[in-house]
C-alpha cells in the first residue's frame, strides 16, 4: 500500500434505497488525478446481482432522492463554470424509464437536500438564495470584497467559510414537472432537513431558532410549514411538531403519525459528552414530552466510528426507520469502535445486533416499509461496500466492492484486536496493524496513532495512512482511550475538566502491553495524531523522552487562545469550568504550550492555512516554540485546506500529507536521510 494508491480509490456514498427495496442509487465518488479534483455522479446497483451502472456522468451529481413510485429520481448538479452563480448546485428529475435530466432550478445560489411529497408532485428542498438581492438589478456587485460586519461569536466554520447572514438556508417547493420554485420560510434562522408529512399538508424541517444559542444547550427543534403556504414566513405560520430540552439531530414520521428521532434530553449540568439516543414522540403537536427508547442503553446512535477511507465530499445520513411490525425501531448502534445495524422494540426490549461486530456503517437508508436496507459498510480490509440488507430473512448482499482488486493486490497485513488493562485496571481497545509478512521474531519500529475528538472512537473502520505506514515496516498501533464514544457514557464524560490527563495514560499502557509482545524496538518509537489527537501528541512529548520522533497534525496546543479564535463554542461549560478571562490557569495547566521547554523530542506540525477548527496559530505555536529553543522542529502548511484534509481535502495533498508523515518517521526511526527538512542526522541506538 503506497500514499499515491489514494488516487485510484473510489467510494460509494449516499445509498438510497427505492421504494420497494430491490434497487439502490449511490453518489459514486473518484478521484480526477488530472483535473486534482473529486467527481461524483448517480449510479444505480440492483438486488439482481448485476454490476452498478452509470445513471448520471457527472462531474457533480450527487444526493440522489427516489419518488414515492420509484419512476423518476431527483438528484442535484453542479456544473463546471468560473462564476459561482453559474457554477450552483440545481435541482434536477431524471426518468427511469429512459431519457435524459431536466433541470428544474436556476437559483443564484442554488439547491440541495430535495424531498418528494408523498404523491410525487412536488420536490421540497432547501436554497440559500435571498431573492430580494440575488435579482436586484440595482445590485452591483463590488469589484472587491467588502469588510464583514460581524456581530455573532460564531461567525465562520470550517470547511464551509464565512457564514453569510444575508444567505441562511431556507426551505423551498416546486412541482417536480417544472415551473417556479416558492419559499417557505425566511428570516436569520437557517433550516434543514426538509421531509413532508406523511399526509402531504406539511413539510418538516429541523430548526435552532434561539437568539443566542451559542453559549447553552443545543436546543433543535422539529417544525412544521404549510405546504400551500402562500407567502414566506419567519413566524406564527410555523408549527412546533417537537420539542425537548436539547437538539433533535434527526427524524422519521411513521405511518401512524409517531416520529423515531435520535438527539437527547440534556441535564441542566452540562457534559462534556454527551449521549445520542432513540426518542419517540407521540400524540398531538406540539410534543413537548419524548420517550427515550434507548435509556437503558449505554451506547449511541447513528454515529460513525473514525476512518479515513468515508467517502469524501459524496454525503449521507444514517438509516431510521420503524420496522414493518409497528413495534420496532431500525437504527445504527455504535459500540466498541464498532458500528451496527440494530432492531430496537418500543416497549424497552433487548436491543438486538442485526449486523456483526467486524463492520462499520458509514451511510444508509431504509426502504418505505422499514424491511431493506442500503449500507455502506467497511472493515479494515475493505474501504466502504455498497450492501443489501433484509430485516426479514436476516441476509447481507454485498452489491458493490469498490477497490477489492486494488486492495488485494496491495497484500495487507494482519490487524489485531487487543484490550489491555490500563494504570488504575480500566479495560482499554485498540488494534496492531502488522507490516506484511510479519515476523514476531524480528524488532520493529512502533508508530502510534491517537484520535481526535476526542469524544469520537476508533475502530474497525479501513485506515490508508496506518496500511501505508504498515507497508513501509512500521507496527502501528491505535486504541480507544477513555472519552472515546462507543463505550458508554460514564467512559466517554471521565475525562471531563481532565482533557488532556488520564488518556495519555491510557495510550501508554497500550504501549507498553505491545511492548510486552517483544517485537518493537523501544528505542524506535513515534507518536502522531490530529486535532484532538495533536494536543494528545503535543501533551505526550511534554510528558515523556521515550518517543524517538513525534508529529501533530491541525493541533491543539494553547487552550487560552483556541477558545477566543476557534469556529465553535462548544468547550465552555462542557470542557473548562469557566472562560479564560475568569480562570486562565484551568486553560494553562491542560496546555502542551506551558511546557514547551520539556520537550525534546523531534516535532513534524502539519497544519492547514484555513482550519477554522483548531486554527492554524495552534501548530505556529509548536514549531516556533521549539525552534526559539534550537530543537529539531519543521512545520509543513497546505494552503487552501482545511480542518478535513485527511479525509477529504485536495487529492494530491492528500498524497503529499502521507508522505511527509512516513518520510518524517523514516528519518528518526529508520535512520533515512531528510534533506528537505534540515534537520540533525538521527542519532540511533546501535540495533541488533
Known amino acids: 500500500m503506497r500514499a499515491e494508491d489514494l488516487l485510484s480509490f473510489e467510494w460509494a456514498a449516499d445509498p438510497q434505497i427505492s421504494p420497494d427495496g430491490m434497487r439502490v442509487a449511490f453518489t459514486r465518488v473518484h478521484m480526477d488525478r488530472e483535473a486534482d479534483e473529486y467527481r461524483t455522479s448517480i449510479w444505480l446497483a440492483e438486488a439482481g446481482g448485476a454490476a452498478p451502472r452509470p445513471l448520471t456522468g457527472g462531474p457533480y451529481d450527487a444526493q440522489p432522492r427516489w419518488s414515492p413510485d420509484g419512476a423518476r429520481l431527483a438528484f442535484v448538479r453542479r456544473r463546471e463554470a468560473k462564476d459561482k452563480e453559474e457554477a450552483a448546485p440545481q435541482l434536477c428529475v431524471l426518468p427511469m424509464d429512459g431519457g435524459e435530466a431536466v433541470t428544474l432550478t436556476s437559483l443564484a445560489k442554488g439547491a440541495g437536500s430535495p424531498a418528494w411529497s408523498p404523491d410525487g408532485r412536488r420536490i421540497a428542498f432547501l436554497s440559500t438564495a435571498n431573492p430580494a438581492l440575488d435579482d436586484d438589478p440595482e445590485r452591483k456587485k463590488p469589484k472587491h470584497e467588502p469588510g464583514r460586519v460581524v456581530t455573532k461569536p460564531v461567525f465562520r466554520w470550517n470547511n464551509e467559510g464565512f457564514i453569510d447572514a444575508d444567505h441562511p438556508a431556507h426551505l423551498w417547493v416546486i412541482d417536480a414537472a417544472g415551473g417556479a420554485p416558492r419559499r417557505l420560510t425566511h428570516g436569520e434562522h437557517p433550516v434543514q432537513a426538509p421531509a413532508w408529512s406523511r399526509d402531504g399538508r406539511w413539510i418538516f424541517f429541523l430548526a435552532d431558532r434561539r437568539a443566542e444559542p451559542w453559549f447553552e444547550h443545543d436546543e433543535q427543534k422539529l417544525y412544521a410549514v404549510a405546504a400551500d403556504l402562500a407567502a414566506p414566513t419567519d413566524g406564527a405560520e410555523l408549527k412546533v411538531v417537537a420539542a425537548i430540552h436539547g437538539p433533535i439531530m434527526a427524524f422519521h414520521e411513521g405511518a401512524d403519525g409517531r416520529i423515531l428521532a435520535t438527539g437527547d434530553i440534556r441535564p441542566e449540568r452540562f457534559r462534556s459528552c454527551d449521549p445520542v439516543r432513540l426518542l419517540l414522540f407521540e400524540g398531538e403537536w406540539p410534543r413537548s414530552a419524548a420517550r427515550a427508547l434507548t435509556e437503558h442503553v449505554d451506547f449511541d446512535f447513528n454515529e460513525t466510528v473514525s476512518g479515513d477511507q468515508h467517502a469524501p465530499r459524496g454525503g449521507g445520513g444514517m438509516p431510521l426507520a420503524f420496522a414493518a411490525d409497528g413495534r420496532h425501531a431500525h437504527a445504527v448502534i455504535v459500540r466498541h469502535g464498532a458500528a451496527r445495524l440494530a432492531r430496537v422494540p418500543l416497549d424497552g426490549a433487548p436491543v438486538e445486533e442485526l449486523t456483526g461486530a467486524d463492520r462499520e456503517i458509514s451511510a444508509g437508508s431504509a426502504s418505505a416499509d422499514g424491511r431493506r436496507f442500503a449500507l455502506v459498510m467497511g472493515a479494515v480490509d475493505a474501504t466502504g461496500d455498497l450492501c443489501l440488507y433484509d430485516a426479514d430473512t436476516r441476509a447481507l448482499h454485498v452489491l458493490w466492492r469498490p477497490n477489492a482488486d486494488l486492495l488485494a493486490a496491495a497484500n495487507l497485513g494482519e490487524v489485531e484486536e487487543l484490550w489491555y488493562d490500563s494504570f488504575d485496571g480500566r479495560k482499554i481497545q485498540g488494534w496492531i496493524v502488522k507490516p506484511p509478512g510479519f515476523d514476531p521474531k524480528r524488532k520493529y519500529p512502533l508508530v502510534l496513532q491517537v484520535h481526535g475528538g476526542p469524544h469520537v472512537p476508533y475502530g474497525v473502520a479501513f485506515f490508508h495512512e496506518f496500511r501505508v505506514l504498515a507497508a513501509a515496516g512500521y507496527v502501528v498501533l491505535y486504541t480507544n482511550p477513555r472519552g472515546s464514544t462507543s463505550y458508554g457514557l460514564e467512559f466517554g464524560n471521565i475525562i471531563q475538566y481532565r482533557y488532556p490527563g488520564d488518556d495519555y495514560r491510557d495510550l501508554m499502557a497500550g504501549v507498553d502491553a505491545v511492548l510486552a509482545r517483544g517485537y518493537v524496538d523501544e528505542s524506535r518509537m513515534g507518536v502522531t495524531g490530529g486535532s484532538g489527537g495533536g494536543l494528545l501528541t503535543n501533551w505526550t512529548i511534554v510528558q515523556t523522552n521515550r518517543f524517538a520522533a513525534a508529529l501533530t497534525q491541525r493541533c491543539v496546543s494553547d487552550w487560552v487562545s483556541m477558545w477566543y479564535s476557534t469556529d465553535f463554542t462548544l468547550f465552555t461549560?462542557?470542557?473548562?469550568?469557566?472562560?479564560?478571562?475568569?480562570?486562565?490557569?484551568?486553560?494553562?495547566?491542560?496546555?502542551?504550550?506551558?511546557?514547551?521547554?520539556?520537550?525534546?523530542?523531534?516535532?513534524?506540525?502539519?497544519?492547514?492555512?484555513?482550519?477554522?477548527?483548531?486554527?492554524?496559530?495552534?501548530?505556529?505555536?509548536?514549531?516556533?516554540?521549539?525552534?526559539?529553543?534550537?530543537?529539531?522542529?519543521?512545520?509543513?502548511?497546505?494552503?487552501?485546506?482545511?480542518?478535513?484534509?485527511?479525509?477529504?481535502?485536495?487529492?494530491?495533498?492528500?498524497?503529499?500529507?502521507?508522505?511527509h508523515i512516513v518520510k518524517w518517521f523514516d528519518h528518526w526511526l529508520m535512520d533515512k536521510p531528510a534533506e528537505e527538512y534540515r534537520v540533525p542526522a538521527a542519532a540511533r541506538p546501535q540495533r541488533v
Open 573 to 659: 461549560p462542557g470542557w473548562f469550568r469557566k472562560a479564560p478571562f475568569e480562570d486562565v490557569l484551568e486553560f494553562l495547566e491542560r496546555s502542551p504550550m506551558h511546557y514547551l521547554a520539556k520537550i525534546e523530542t523531534p516535532l513534524m506540525v502539519i497544519h492547514s492555512e484555513e482550519d477554522w477548527r483548531t486554527p492554524i496559530g495552534q501548530g505556529e505555536i509548536m514549531f516556533r516554540g521549539l525552534k526559539a529553543q534550537h530543537k529539531p522542529a519543521v512545520m509543513v502548511r497546505f494552503p487552501g485546506e482545511n480542518h478535513e484534509l485527511s479525509r477529504s481535502g485536495t487529492p494530491s495533498r492528500r498524497v503529499q500529507r502521507i508522505g
